[in-house]
């Protein structure tokens, strides 16, 4: 496996206080940088201490928003090691967002080789405590000083982490959501299976909107009909109707999330019926109010599963399983985060102990 040069930090952080985590605010003493040079390819790559970027203010990513990111998380297991969930995922994923965002893809089984050696030289980072982790957040951005509009032909990848506390400090309450009407994520042809930064500014206004009228986060319809259910926030979305497990296809305006794969991978082993299809916000609320929705959750790295205990659509309003977790998204979360952490068998050989 590659190996890249690390440059220590000269003095090394104290370590945060494991019950005062925010996430994403503190970060680790290393991070791990790699340029790309048109002509070159990428090379140079290397862990250095924790620090500021300099970048010429005409760097392309500045204006034409040429990005692309990826988060994933280490976890501390019982006998004291660290391992990652799927990390190859991830790092597939990185490269078909930049495929898709004319970024140049990156080396598969070096980039792998990035992300264990930095963990592995913030070991002492990754917190002990249940349900924290260390959060690893890769990333790619368009450097080159110029105002036109074309691919950059330089690059930077870099990967920093942070230690994130337990997502569930006062058990998991399920939370309330609308339907956004106005507000698109995503469109079919656009960017919507990628992770890319620009998604993300677009899809701030209507969660802002959401929170102000008492929401946790908003239901996406699809950019075209505005009839098709897409995603829950920056989360995948899964409903159980009549005892099976629905959740939105992919159709290149939902973002294919890992923890959406593992959760139809276990409900199949499970034995429950799971279909991939598209499904209308006026489905889901016929199927609420005739009382065949069971249960309704988001899937993501950060929440793991994060059910849903009330939906609005304009003048209709339902509460799903009583506004409680449901059964089944209690057993997801139960096995996906054993599996995880280490403290459940991992008969799908997802996890890589570092
Ligand atoms: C990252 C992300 C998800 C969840 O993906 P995971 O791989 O499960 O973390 C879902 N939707 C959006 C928009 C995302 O950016």
Redo the contacts with the bound molecule.
Sequence with gaps: MKEYPVQRAAALKPLPDPDMLVFGKTFTDHMFLMDYTAGQGWHDGRIVPYAPLALEPSAMVFHYAQEVFE??KAYRSPDGGVQLFRPM??VR?INSSCERMCIPQLPEEDTLAAIEQLVRVEERWVPAKPGTSLYIRPFVIATTPSLGVHAAHDYIFCIITCPVGAYYKEGINPVRIYVENQDV?AVRGGT?YT?CGG??AA?IRAGERAEEQGYAQVLWLDGVHRRYIE?VG???VLFKIGGTVITPALTGS?????????CIELLKSWGVPVEERLITAEELFDAAEAGRLEEAFG????AVVSPIGEMGWGERHVTVNGGQIGALTRKLYDTLTGIQWGTVSDPFGWTLKL
């Design positions: 988060g994933l995922e991830n994923r994520r919507g992770k998604n993300y899809s995603e920056s989360m995948n939902v973002l294919p999330g890992i923890t959406r794969k593992s899937s993501g790295t950060a």
